[in-house]
């Protein structure tokens, strides 16, 4: 593969800890390869400040391979970078040309707070997980897998909408801060299955009650969700539990 | 010798008879028993999630800030089962003898053949927790074939089962910790095992945003924390991916069984240049339809599609014709290897080889104008068709190909390299999964037991959830049936103290050094010496100077580094830093295991030990034994034996041919 080499200033938000105010900190980078990804370049970054006698620049990551949903930049005013249905972790420097100034701050929502530098805490959504994300089945109860035919096209969109890997980058695009999309994937995956069916109800309304008790704003249907995804997990999906929700909320006793 | 503590009778009975006979514990005494678990991948989230809705306290910890984020999630290609859903010959039996031969006569028969037994029903739990494995238009589910086997019984979520795996197993832990069952610890660190009376009795973890050390009891613990693939730097785990729980757990007695058993994968992403940090796996579901080859010609520099059909050189279909491509996976890497170092490899860095798509996609295309009735395609229409085909099995893959090399798939073959991606090797279990520390476990890739000398593909999911969701629940049980009397013991008892005061003094020691070499520096250079002398080919020489090296390097390291930042604070370098100070210990057992082991098996192959042909040559006269190494001291370990004894199956030479 071509390759080139350039040099860039960065402007990273830097914060001690939750406590600290935090602010932004300009650094020089030379010599980048466009075959490496961004956060190998923040780990040249790193290795240089450690030798400066510096502090490390913090940031989440772990698979990086697209999967983890650990990596969180908000790069550029995007999160995840200028790549459409793209990870930080998967972005590489071709995006960029010689001569850039890139701006990365941490995901940015009352939900989400900052832990150090560009770490955040996304435990709100485990908690709005444990308020209804699953299909109550204990190990050994299950009957044989083909048991139940799933039509395929219902499979599909379950599959698409569960392939959401959590990382908040939905929050941090929304202007309102909206948990809307992640809440939305886990209902409609689940409300799509025949397996997911006698809990459709309680699910959805537990799941919108915990999300707005975490403090995400409300939705509304502005698609930057959508447009930012990396996994381009659709808002038909919130359409899916705006319906869900009617339901639930009508029927109930 | 060790006792693997397997139970008597046939073969295909040792499972249920055990079942039928272990100790329970009853549902009140259940809710006194603490259980602590260590990661939360496929085989801690199952175990966490089923250990819960036995009624038992768990806790469960892990290093990422949600236990979704375990590495278990980037498993791509599938999970077997037995289920002969296909009709195509499929029975316990085959997945049984497939996976000992697999793993080149180097398993034990009652462990693998339990695997095999309780393969289907983790694909039943798993649909009914809502997991969205791909479906026929019937609406049954799918299957493919993964390498060494013959029939299709690997079931899959396109290229993230894995991830739709750990989704459901991470939901139903959650439902537990929404159920009170269990308390869920994120980012945080175990550092040491507690040992009272001979017994595991809680660890020692650090709160990796605030440094602190925290005391936590356990009437047993589990360890379900991942390979060490790791050691080698670049691989494809996960970057936080480590040996820790398991090495501490190794050095408070636990025996380490098969360590230089590690899996080097075929089809990985080759390295691009000094600055890459992780390696990144193409599944191997792929070969399912690519085709691999390298130019007849040496140093042949044609671009791909440049090089005519008949000056290529599918050397995979050419030396293996009954398996061709889906040969298993050390094989196919030793023969890239082979091909690359004789001077046949392609790309910039001559190390890679072609995997080629154009003749599935001229195969799907056609299909497709036939299921069509387009009697007159056109070639180009019937490629359009083909590369739609193509898209919507391995989408996801060639788009993250495409990313991380600037190059098309679908037009010009993708280039692949293998690179060190699962350890067979990993805490000696016996039977019940107990470490030869009473009360200590361990679980899915963390432990040795059920993939010999080498794993077959969609084996380790399999193998994660069938620890977690099947296993563990009744053999627990057997070893805390007699743990009902033991009140829980007060974290202010002086092991809590001693064990916390190690691991205060570890940090601060590290901390201290203030050196100039950072951590990272330390780890590229282990990885090398493990890459270069203990990888896809070692020899005696090679891997005696590769212990000397370590030696020197860790004293170099405890001299010479630099850790930046407080210990009280979040500091992923302090994290760091104590990873790979034990991965440096790992490497010098490693290469000390390979060095013992003087034959070639599975994964593990050494020079000196190859038939005329070039392939693992086994010497079952000598070797076939599990080797479990037990801490004995700085550089010291004792080597105890296991025998393995086949029953059933008849240890041959492996052929694919």
């Known amino acids: 593969m071509e390759h080139n080499t350039m040099n860039l200033t960065l402007k990273v938000w830097r914060q001690k800890n939750a406590n600290d105010r935090g602010n932004f900190e300009t650094y020089q980078v030379s010599d980048i390869s466009s075959e490496m990804s961004f956060l190998e370049m923040f780990d040249v970054l790193n290795e240089r400040l450690i030798r400066e006698g510096k502090d490390p620049i913090a940031f989440d990551h772990d698979c990086r391979e697209g999967i983890c949903g650990m990596c969180s930049m908000y790069i550029d005013g995007k999160p995840h970078g200028p790549w459409t249905q793209n990870t930080t972790c998967q972005l590489h420097m071709r995006a960029f040309k010689d001569g850039d100034t890139i701006v990365v701050e941490p995901w940015r929502a009352k939900a989400f707070p900052v832990v150090k530098d560009l770490v955040v805490d996304r435990t709100s959504f485990d908690r709005i997980i444990q308020a209804g994300g699953y299909i109550s089945v204990n190990t050994g109860n299950a009957v044989d897998a083909n048991a139940l035919p799933v039509e395929k096209e219902k499979a599909d969109a379950a599959f698409a909408a569960a392939a959401c890997i959590g990382c908040g980058a939905c929050v941090a695009a929304c202007k309102n801060s909206s948990a809307l999309l992640f809440v939305s994937a886990k209902v409609a995956h689940l409300a799509l299955l025949p397996q997911g069916d006698p809990e459709r109800k309680t699910r959805v309304v537990n799941m919108v009650a915990q999300m707005d008790k975490e403090g995400f704003g409300s939705c509304t249907a502005t698609g930057a969700c959508e447009a930012t995804c990396p996994k381009g997990i659709t808002i038909e999906n919130i359409a899916r539990l705006n319906k869900e929700y009617m339901v639930a909320s009508l029927t109930s006793k | ?657």
Request: overall charge neutral.
């Open chain 2, 1 to 657: 010798m060790l006792d693997a503590k397997i139970p008597s009778g046939p073969l295909d009975q040792k499972w249920t008879d055990y079942k039928g006979h272990c100790k329970l514990v009853n549902p009140a005494n259940k809710r006194k028993l603490e259980v602590i678990i260590v990661g939360t991948g496929l085989a801690g989230a199952s175990a966490a999630a089923a250990l819960g809705e036995l009624g038992y306290k768990v806790k469960a910890f892990c290093f990422q800030d949600s236990p979704r984020r375990a590495h278990s999630i980037a498993a791509q290609g599938g999970i077997n089962a037995a289920k002969n859903y296909q009709n195509d010959g499929d029975s316990v039996f085959r997945l049984f003898y497939d996976t000992i031969k697999g793993g080149d006569y180097r398993a034990r028969e009652a462990n693998v053949h339990r695997l095999a037994e309780v393969s289907a029903n983790i694909i039943d739990q798993c649909v009914a927790q809502g997991v969205p494995f791909a479906r026929e238009y019937g609406g049954l589910l799918s299957n493919r074939s993964f390498g060494g086997t013959q029939v299709q019984r690997t079931f899959y979520a396109a290229g993230q089962t894995g991830q739709q795996l750990l989704i459901g197993a991470y939901q139903a832990l959650e439902r537990q910790v929404a159920l009170g069952n269990v308390d869920m610890y994120n980012r945080h660190e175990m550092l040491e095992v507690v040992v009272i009376d001979g017994k595991a009795r809680g660890i020692i973890t650090r709160d990796l945003i605030t440094g602190k050390l925290e005391r936590h009891f356990g009437h047993c613990v589990l360890l379900c924390s991942g390979g060490y693939g790791n050691v080698f730097y670049l691989s494809t785990n996960a970057m936080g991916s480590n040996v820790t729980a398991a090495w501490k757990a190794h050095k408070a007695g636990a025996y380490f069984g098969n360590p230089c058993f590690t899996q080097i994968h075929p089809t990985c992403i080759p390295v691009s240049g000094d600055h890459q940090s992780k390696l990144t796996l193409m599944s191997e579901s792929l070969r399912n339809d690519g085709r691999i080859w390298v130019p007849k010609k040496q140093g042949d520099n044609r671009r791909p599609n440049e090089i005519p059909e008949e000056e290529r050189d599918y050397y995979l279909e050419r030396r293996y014709p009954a398996f061709g491509n889906l040969v298993p996976r050390d094989v196919a890497s030793r023969a890239a290897k082979e091909r690359c170092d004789a001077g046949y490899g392609v790309g910039s860095s001559k190390q890679a080889v072609y995997l080629d798509y154009a003749a599935a996609i001229e195969r799907y295309g056609k299909g497709e104008a036939n299921k069509r009735g387009l009697d007159h395609a056109s070639k180009e229409e019937i490629i359009a068709m083909g590369k739609d085909v193509v898209k919507e099995k391995y989408g996801n893959l060639f788009d993250m190909y495409e990313k991380i090399t600037g190059e098309n798939p679908y037009e010009v073959p993708m280039r692949i390299y293998p690179a060190v991606h699962y350890t067979m090797g990993g805490l000696w279990v016996d039977y019940e999964l107990m470490t030869t520390v009473p009360g200590l476990y361990a679980l899915g890739e963390a432990n040795f037991s059920d993939h010999g000398a080498n794993r077959l593909g969609a084996s380790a999911l399999m193998q994660g959830l069938a620890d977690g969701y099947f296993v563990i629940p009744y053999t627990l049980g057997n070893y805390l049936a007699d743990e009902i009397r033991t009140s829980a013991i007060p974290t202010s008892h002086a092991a809590f103290e001693a064990a916390e005061k190690s691991v205060k003094d570890r940090i601060e020691k590290l901390m201290s050094i203030k050196g100039a070499q950072t951590v990272e520096s330390f780890h590229k250079r282990l990885g090398k010496i493990m890459w270069d002398k203990c990888g896809m080919a070692r020899n005696s020489q090679g891997l005696q100077e590769a212990i000397t090296e370590i030696q020197a390097l860790k004293k170099e390291f405890w001299s010479d580094l630099r850790i930046p930042g407080e210990i009280n604070e979040m500091n992923f370098e302090l994290d760091k830093a104590g990873r790979v100070a034990d991965f440096i210990e790992l490497g010098e057992l490693m290469c000390k295991d390979a060095l013992d082991r003087a034959e070639s098996c599975g994964g593990h192959f050494r020079e000196e030990s190859q038939t005329e042909e070039g392939e693992a040559l086994r010497h079952d006269d000598r070797f076939m034994y599990v080797s479990a190494w037990e801490y004995k001291g700085d550089h010291n370990w004792e080597l105890h034996k296991e025998s393995l004894d086949y029953e059933v199956v008849k240890p041959s030479q492996r052929s694919y041919k």
